[in-house]
């Protein structure tokens, strides 16, 4: 029942394939997440097996999705990319208004 901005989990997919399993020879794996959290959020990750280069170039599509993110929500939804064991997590965490 909570509303997500169109295309946010669609550019970190994007992101996942462009920057990460393509450059897989064997193939790779994303996954999807979306969970509510603690405190009224919600939480949308994209993961892939991969490693995460010590200087990551944010490039358009992050900066996008965090602009759109502040505008939408006014400092109330953040966005991570880190490395996880052998996966590269993409995460958005929302913090939902209390009905």
Same mark, same amino acid.
């Given at each position: 029942? /909570?509303? +997500?901005?169109? /295309?946010? +989990?669609? $550019?970190?997919?994007? =992101?996942? !394939?462009?920057?990460?399993? %393509? ?6 794996? +994303?996954?999807?997440? $979306?969970?509510?959290? @603690?405190? @009224?959020?919600?939480?949308? %990750?994209? %993961? &892939? =097996? ?13 900066? &996008? $999705?965090?602009?759109? #993110?502040?505008? #939408?929500?006014?400092? =109330?939804?953040? /966005? *991570? ?8 997590? *993409? %995460? !958005? ?7």
């Amino acid at each position: 029942g /909570f509303m +997500i901005p169109p /295309f946010l +989990i669609q $550019t970190q997919a994007e =992101n996942a !394939v462009k920057h990460g399993i %393509s450059k897989i020879v064997a193939g790779g794996e +994303i996954i999807i997440q $979306t969970e509510k959290g @603690e405190e @009224e959020t919600v939480r949308l %990750s994209v %993961s &892939n =097996n991969g490693i995460l280069g010590s200087e990551v170039d944010l490039g358009i599509g992050i900066e &996008n $999705t965090k602009r759109r #993110l502040d505008l #939408l929500y006014k400092g =109330n939804a953040y /966005f *991570s990319l880190v490395q996880k064991g052998d996966y590269v997590v *993409s %995460s !958005v965490e929302i913090k939902t208004e209390k009905k």
